[in-house]
């Protein structure tokens, strides 16, 4: 549950979200109270405190300002910004930079680097989320491909946007290789031993 994403929501949209939930057929469905395994409590508590201030509406004045707030709440860093350490905190100087590993890929780096996605153009960013394709190449779950392929061109447009204002980071990593241990971000993964 991506509550440290969502948390960031502005008041509004949160409150439209409540809005959506409310109009859903209603569905008796009882559950069981949830038991958190003792590292998930550990994590919880370690997360952010909750928000009590009022959140105001994002700054769309620009491309680039609206897809910052997209990508902020999509949770893109989430996975494309490698983490270490308990309770993990993502590594300085690797943001968007790829190398989170999950069981047969490892997230990419999304930054303009060469390493990175540098060789996308806004029309093969939009092809890519919106087929789950980069051109012969097939993008593979985890990355949640499926449910963003339902944002608007704009919204797409604008976290193109964004993304070409990240601070290019040299990475490489390269799912079509066998995963080998990687100096820069301390996990395996393709090309792991070129950085
Ligand atoms: C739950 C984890 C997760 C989240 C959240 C996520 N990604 Fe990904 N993403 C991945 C993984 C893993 C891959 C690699 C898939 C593969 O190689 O088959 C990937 C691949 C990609 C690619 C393809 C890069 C290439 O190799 O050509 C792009 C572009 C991308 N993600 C952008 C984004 C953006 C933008 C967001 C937020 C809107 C996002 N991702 C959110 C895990 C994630």
Redesign the pocket.
Same mark, same amino acid.
């Given at each position: 549950m991506g509550y440290n994403h969502f948390r960031e929501l502005s008041d509004e949209d949160l409150a439209s979200v409540v809005v959506y939930l409310r109009s859903l057929e209603p569905v008796h469905n009882s559950l069981p109270k949830s038991v958190l395994p003792f590292w998930l409590q550990h994590v919880i508590q370690s997360l952010p405190e909750p928000i009590t201030a009022p959140v105001v509406p994002p700054d769309t004045s620009s491309p680039v300002k609206r897809g910052e707030y997209?990508?902020r709440i999509?949770?893109?860093s989430?996975?494309?910004t490698p983490e270490k350490g308990m309770p993990p905190h993502p590594i300085a100087g690797l943001s968007f930079a790829g190398g989170t590993t999950?069981d047969e890929?490892?997230? #990419?780096n999304?930054t303009p680097d060469p390493s990175g996605?540098s060789y $996308?153009d806004e029309a093969l960013?939009i092809e890519?989320m919106r087929t789950g394709r980069?051109k012969a190449?097939?993008?593979?779950l985890?990355? #949640?491909w499926p449910i $963003?392929k339902n944002m608007t061109d704009d919204d797409l447009r604008a976290?193109f946007a964004y993304?070409r204002t990240l601070k290019p980071v040299h990475h490489l990593v390269d799912?079509a290789a066998p995963p080998t241990q990687c100096k820069l971000c301390g996990q395996k993964h393709g090309f792991g031993n070129r950085n």
């Open positions: 997209l990508v999509a949770g893109c989430e996975c494309h999950f890929v490892a997230s #990419p999304i996605i $996308y960013f890519a980069v190449r097939g993008i593979k985890p990355m #949640p $963003y976290v993304l799912n």
